[in-house]
């Protein structure tokens, strides 16, 4: 399963990053916002940093709603760097815009994917990955899991290359439970990444061992 980060905070990318077990980075204009990132130059200059930071892919979305515009933004960001992945919505025109990019061998990701039926289109498109948003399914009292389970489902039958990516990701459990259904990819918050690290056995454990390793040292 890949790790992504779901973040523009470029110290928590770094921190991720120095764990080394990051495989990318997904952002989108809300993240970028909440860290004061605002203006076109401002937003393109912060999607170099973050590709300087880390080796793997990096999803930067396009803010255009038709095609011409998502075209156009699209290609701006792929132009900086390979890592780029571009970030289109589940519209008509997010279809057309990555039909468009997969033919040209560009990376996409298909956002704001909330039904089964969403993430077949972005498969049929050649998207390379889907989002499907888990936590926001659960907020609203439906089972973001179970939507997880029927895009495997989906996709297995037909041999799908679009890779399934876990994205509002809450919690460590979230992650865990994607990994048993089989998603590709989880995107989270570096609070979800690190809690996959606690137990409390392992802090009595070292505890333990501590005391024992100093008592034949006394
Ligand atoms: O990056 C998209 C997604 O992960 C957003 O998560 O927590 O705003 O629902 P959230």
């Given at each position: ?41 401002n ?26 515009g ?81 895009i ?35 995107t ?11 137990h ?19």
């Open positions: 399963m890949k790790f992504f980060i779901d973040t523009a905070n470029l110290a928590q990318i770094k921190e991720a990053q120095e764990l080394g077990i990051l495989d990318g980075v997904t952002t989108n204009p809300s993240l970028m916002a909440k860290e004061g990132i605002t203006g076109k130059n937003i393109l200059k912060h999607y170099v940093d973050i590709c300087n930071l880390v080796e793997g892919d990096v999803s930067a979305e396009v803010n255009a709603l038709d095609l011409e998502m075209i156009r933004e699209g290609e701006e960001l792929a132009d900086l760097s390979d890592q780029i992945v571009i970030k289109l919505p589940m519209t008509i025109d997010g279809i057309k815009a990555c039909k468009y990019f997969s033919d040209r061998e560009l990376k996409t990701n298909m956002t704001l994917v909330f039904s089964a039926g969403q993430a077949l289109l972005a498969a049929k498109a050649g998207a390379t990955y889907v989002s499907p948003f888990i936590g926001r399914l659960d907020d609203i009292s439906s089972d973001g899991l179970v939507l997880i389970e029927e495997r489902d989906i996709y297995d039958n037909y041999g799908y290359e679009t890779e399934i990516l876990a994205a509002s990701i809450r919690h460590t459990m979230h992650i865990v439970n994607c990994a048993k259904i089989g998603a590709d990819v989880m989270g918050p570096l609070s979800a990444i690190l809690g996959l690290v606690k409390p056995l392992t802090d009595l454990g070292i505890a333990q061992f501590v005391a024992d390793y100093e008592k034949g040292n006394i």
